[in-house]
């Protein structure tokens, strides 16, 4: 099964608007990190928002939120007040076993992506 | 600039031919990542390092792949025998671990090989 699913290849949305950008994941594992990466066509994956499976709250930077919803494994971004610059690849991630001490890899596992094209 | 760096950004080269690539990660992160993104996919681990060492390699870094990081600071990937499906981009993280609660990766740039 995959760890990580974007079901929406593409999403466009007029400037200014709101964004939501789906993501579902599937972990046994307790302990977990779900990321948002903006990927340009530059192709630098750029850290967004980070949301830990034990904060209770759910992350925000800036425009970005992220719909945390445990008991679903979802971790939706939604962006606010979209511009023009937030037109590129967004990839969710999850880092699993957080407690495992070090030694373990703990890499990111991705997604498949969404293109998101901000409209003027 | 104190980002992650990788040279080349750009390698074609011939089926066959052996390439090297370069990453030099953020001066004080112990741990390095080496991904493989391929065209409308996310990127897919390969291999870590905490400092010099080598630690995990996924199936996905066969035989034809090596990677180094000497000292524990620039670290090199190799690929020999070059294959068509080699094609791909190659993404470089650090990361200084364990410091904040979720360790977040800096990636580099990339670089993107081509293979004819």
């Known amino acids: 099964a995959q760890k990580i699913t974007q079901t929406q290849p593409g999403m466009f949305v007029q400037e200014k608007e709101a964004v939501t950008l789906d993501c579902t994941y599937d972990?046994?594992?307790?302990?977990?990190?779900l990321f948002w990466y903006k990927q340009p066509s530059s192709g630098e994956m750029i850290f967004l928002i980070y949301?830990?499976?034990?904060?209770?709250q759910n992350a925000t930077e800036g425009r970005y939120s992220l719909n945390f919803q445990k008991a679903r494994k979802s971790a939706n971004l939604v962006i606010s007040a979209s511009q023009l610059g937030d037109s590129a690849m967004y990839f969710c991630a999850m880092r699993e076993a957080l407690m495992i001490s070090s030694g373990s890899a703990r890499q990111l596992t991705f997604g498949s992506g969404t293109q998101l094209t901000v409209l003027p | 600039d104190t980002g992650v760096s990788q040279n080349p950004r750009h390698k074609i080269t011939k089926r066959g031919q052996n390439v090297t690539f370069r990453c030099d990660p953020i001066s004080e992160h112990n741990r390095l990542y080496w991904y493989r993104q391929t065209l409308g996919q996310g990127p897919e681990f390969l291999t870590y390092?905490?400092?010099?060492?080598?630690?995990?390699k996924s199936r996905l870094l066969s035989d034809r792949f090596s990677a180094e990081r000497p000292k524990g600071s620039f670290s090199t990937l190799e690929i020999q025998r070059t294959e068509q499906g080699d094609s791909a981009m190659y993404l470089c993280a650090s990361s200084l671990e364990p410091t904040r609660s979720y360790n977040e990766q800096f990636f580099g740039p990339g670089t993107r090989l081509t293979v004819l």
């Open positions: 390092f905490q400092n010099e060492a080598q630690l995990e």
């Open positions: 949301q830990g499976s034990y904060d209770q």
């Open positions: 972990t046994s594992d307790p302990s977990y990190g």
